[in-house]
């Protein structure tokens, strides 16, 4: 990969340290799921 975009092989490394660091640094946030009922379908004969 580092070869075909003409990167050296450090800096394809550099990229994922600073990557991982910013990930790890981000807190963690989570999307309260809410569970609605099915809705009522009427059956057709």
Known sequence: M???H???P???F???REARKRA???A???V???VAP???VAKVA
């Open 14 to 16: 550099t990229w994922r």
């Open 10 to 12: 450090q800096q394809l």
């Open 32 to 34: 309260p799921a809410i």
């Open 2 to 4: 580092a070869r075909r």
């Open 24 to 26: 790890e640094a981000e």
């Open 38 to 40: 099915e809705p009522v």
């Open 6 to 8: 003409v990167l050296t």
């Open 28 to 30: 963690l946030s989570f």
